[in-house]
C-alpha cells in the first residue's frame, strides 16, 4: 500500500497541462512508490480514461463549502479553490498529501521528496514566494509625502474577503504563500485551521484566491507550524524566468549557485503576443543560459 500522494485537479482545457504533469512525475523511477490521484473538475468522459490508465483514483470534486452559484457562473475549475483544503476526505487511504497545481511539472525528484518530508509532525510544507532577484514583493500606491495604499496581494485580498482589518494588517507585508504546491498528513490539525479560514473568505470575498488567503491567514494569523521550503521547490516562472543549463540539459535558477529547479509553475502564464503559454505550447520565449547566451525556450514539460 502506497503511503504517499500526488493530487491535482483539472477541467477538460487543461487536461494537456494535468497530463504533462503526471508524465514529469513518472519520468522518475521512485515514482513507484508514490500514489497519483486527480480530481475531476470538468473533464471528459474520454479523457478520464486516459487518465484512468496512469494514475491511481480519479474522484469528482465537490464544492466541499456552499458558495452561491452566481459567484461560480459554470466555472466548475474553481472548485480547485475549495476541495484542495479536503484532501484526505476524497482519498482517506494515505498519509501524506502533496498537492501540485496542473500547470506545474516536477523537474528535480528531490523536491517531492521534500515536501514529504517537511510535512512531518503535521507541519505544513509550502514555499513563499520570495527570494533572490525578486525586486517587488509588496506594491503600494503613494499619494502625498509618506501616505500611501497598501496594494499587497495578502492585503487586497483579505479587505475585500472582509476579515478584519486587524488580521488584514498583520498579513499585509507577509511574504506571500503561494498554494499551488504544499505538503501536509493526514492527521494534521492544519486541516482543520486551513478550512475554518477558508469559510470566512468565501463568505465576501471572491472564489478565485480565497483558499490561498486562508492558507495565508492559518500560517501569519494562526501560526500553523510550517516548513518553509526554497523557491526551487515552487519555481514561479510568472515572477522570475530561470536559466537554461545546457550542459545539463534542465532549468535552474537564474541565480549562483544556481540550484536545479524542481517544480516549475506557470502560475498567472507566461504570455506572448496576448497568447498563454499553458494553452499553446507552441510559445517560446528568450531565455539566458549559464554562458550568457539567448535562446528561444517554451517551459512546459517536454519529454
Not at 133 to 150: D, E, F, H, Q, R
Request: hydrophobic share 40%.
Amino acid at each position: 500500500m502506497k503511503k504517499n500522494v500526488i493530487v491535482s485537479l483539472a477541467d477538460a482545457n487543461y487536461f494537456p497541462l494535468l497530463e504533462e504533469l503526471i508524465n514529469s512525475i513518472k519520468s522518475f523511477e521512485k515514482c513507484k512508490d508514490v500514489a497519483i490521484c486527480v480530481l475531476d473538475a470538468g473533464l471528459t468522459e474520454e479523457q478520464k480514461e486516459r487518465l484512468s490508465k496512469n494514475v491511481d483514483e480519479i474522484k469528482s470534486a465537490e464544492w466541499d463549502i456552499e458558495v452561491p452559484p452566481h459567484k461560480v457562473k459554470g466555472k466548475e475549475w474553481l472548485k480547485s479553490q475549495v476541495s484542495r483544503a479536503f484532501l484526505p476526505k476524497y482519498f482517506p487511504n494515505y498519509e501524506k498529501y502533496l498537492w501540485i497545481d496542473c500547470d506545474a511539472w516536477v523537474n528535480d525528484w528531490s523536491c517531492i521528496e521534500l515536501y514529504f518530508k517537511a510535512c512531518n509532525n503535521g507541519k505544513l510544507g509550502i514555499t513563499q514566494t520570495l527570494g533572490p532577484g525578486y525586486k517587488i514583493t509588496s506594491k503600494v500606491n503613494w499619494l502625498i509625502g509618506k501616505l500611501a495604499i497598501i496594494k499587497s496581494q495578502n492585503f487586497k485580498h483579505a479587505v475585500k474577503s472582509k476579515i478584519g482589518y486587524d488580521k488584514a494588517r498583520k498579513l499585509a507585508f507577509a511574504p506571500h504563500i503561494n498554494i499551488g504546491v504544499f505538503s501536509l498528513e493526514k492527521n494534521s490539525k492544519g486541516w482543520e485551521i486551513w478550512q475554518s479560514n477558508l469559510i470566512k473568505t468565501l463568505k465576501a470575498g471572491n472564489i478565485f484566491g480565497s483558499e490561498g488567503l486562508a492558507i495565508n491567514m492559518s500560517v501569519y494569523i494562526d501560526n500553523l507550524e510550517t516548513e518553509f521550503l526554497p523557491l526551487n521547490c515552487n519555481w514561479i516562472t510568472s515572477n522570475l524566468l530561470p536559466k537554461y543549463d545546457e550542459d545539463n540539459n534542465t532549468f535552474v535558477e537564474p541565480y549562483l549557485p544556481n540550484y536545479k529547479i524542481g517544480i516549475m509553475h506557470l502560475a498567472a502564464g507566461i504570455w506572448l503576443n496576448g497568447k498563454d503559454m499553458r494553452v499553446d505550447k507552441s510559445i517560446k520565449i528568450e531565455i539566458e543560459t549559464l554562458s550568457r547566451k539567448k535562446i528561444l525556450k517554451s517551459l512546459r514539460y517536454n519529454n
